[in-house]
T-cell receptor
Framework: GESVGLHLPTLSVQEGDNSIINCAYSNSASDYFIWYKQESGKGPQFIID?????DKRQGQRVTVLLNKTVKHLSLQIAATQPGDSAVYFCAENTSGTYKYIFGTGTRLKVLA | SQTIHQWPATLVQPVGSPLSLECTVE??????LYWYRQAAGRGLQLLFY??????ISSEVPQNLSASRPQDRQFILSSKKLLLSDSGFYLC???????????FGQGTRLTVV
């Protein structure tokens, strides 16, 4: 189900360190997963996605890992920069349902 | 390229007044369209989605309604706003198949 109504957890990291943001998804039938970045007062922006037939996908400075056994998704950001400060959401989708269900979100704070 | 427009960016409305938020998508045909609401510091809650003109699915019972009078136009409405309708409203679209959703910049609604 949807993880709404919970205050956002915060992850604080030093600039230059790697960040790992975790997400537990709810529906074992979900077969497509997306990470979004949302800056204050703006709409979410697509970062990276992964389909259920994969367990890892890499982008520029970002890596998404999928563990279907425990229904867990993670986003790794390498060499975190101040511009990475934002709220990060995972979203799950099941083929044919058209709906994107979002996780609670994690606020990432990058410390100088 | 595809773009999504959402307006207004901010809105202050008195309790009991009507609401109309509009969202339009350019550069694509027959998109899936979505309205989400985000309370301050919280996750995204799916309100409505539409897979075609005149086809609206409601996810949660509430004081709001949605309409899709044209292929690329999605409208969120209320006849009488409540204080609890305050929030950040986001419109999104997705294409056919397994693909990410793209978000507008949002409307911050404050009901006073």
């Amino acid at each position: 189900g949807e993880s709404v109504g919970l205050h956002l957890p915060t992850l604080s990291v030093q600039e230059g360190d790697n960040s790992i943001i975790n997400c537990a998804y709810s529906n074992s039938a979900s077969d497509y997963f997306i990470w979004y970045k949302q800056e204050s007062g703006k709409g979410p922006q697509f970062i990276i996605d992964i389909r259920s037939n994969m367990d890892k996908r890499q982008g520029q400075r970002v890596t998404v890992l999928l563990n279907k056994t425990v229904k867990h998704l993670s986003l790794q950001i390498a060499a975190t920069q101040p511009g990475d400060s934002a709220v990060y959401f995972c979203a799950e989708n099941t083929s044919g349902t058209y709906k994107y269900i979002f996780g609670t979100g994690t606020r990432l704070k990058v410390l100088a | 390229s595809q773009t999504i427009h959402q307006w207004p960016a901010t809105l202050v409305q008195p309790v009991g007044s009507p609401l109309s938020l509009e969202c339009t998508v350019e550069g694509t045909s027959n998109p899936n369209l979505y309205w989400y609401r985000q309370a301050a510091g919280r996750g995204l809650q799916l309100l409505f989605y539409s897979v075609g003109i005149g086809q609206i699915s409601s996810e949660v019972p509430q004081n709001l309604s949605a309409s899709r009078p044209q292929d690329r136009q999605f409208i969120l409405s209320s006849k009488k706003l409540l204080l609890s309708d305050s929030g950040f409203y986001l419109c999104a679209w997705s294409g056919t198949g397994v693909t990410e959703a793209f978000f507008g910049q949002g409307t911050r609604l404050t009901v006073v």
